[in-house]
């Protein structure tokens, strides 16, 4: 998994590419709990790139969204493959989480 970052004036976007999964998700834990103690409360994670999400990498993506909605930010996704789309509604996620199609079209939102 290789992980990119954007600051932009509505949020920052953190992307990421490969598999997220048991073996490097505490690498996108630490990036998002740093972002998120350190006042940015507007994210958007980007995962066009993304081919694989493990139950891990699900936790982490919650757990994020939980922390940011404490602080009364926004926590969103976008660029969902196929694939991914489908592990986030076979879990529910997709009731959970705010997801978009794009990132053009995330920014609205913000």
Same mark, same amino acid.
């Given at each position: 998994m290789e992980l990119f970052e954007e600051k932009t004036d509505k949020c920052v976007v953190v992307g990421i590419? #490969?598999?997220l999964d048991t073996t490097n998700y505490s690498v996108l834990e630490k990036r998002l *709990?740093? !972002?998120i103690d350190n006042r940015h409360d507007r994210i958007m994670v980007e995962c066009s790139r993304m081919d694989y999400v493990s139950s891990s990498g699900l936790r982490i !993506? !919650? *757990?994020a969204l939980k922390k940011i909605s404490l602080a009364k930010g926004k926590?969103? !996704?976008? #660029?969902l493959q196929e694939n991914i789309r489908e592990i986030f509604e076979i879990s529910g996620f997709t009731s959970i989480f705010e997801i978009y199609h794009?990132? =053009? =079209?995330a920014y609205k939102v913000f």
């Open positions: 590419s #490969g598999r *709990m740093d !972002l !993506l !919650l *757990m926590f969103v !996704l976008c #660029g794009d990132k =053009e =079209e």
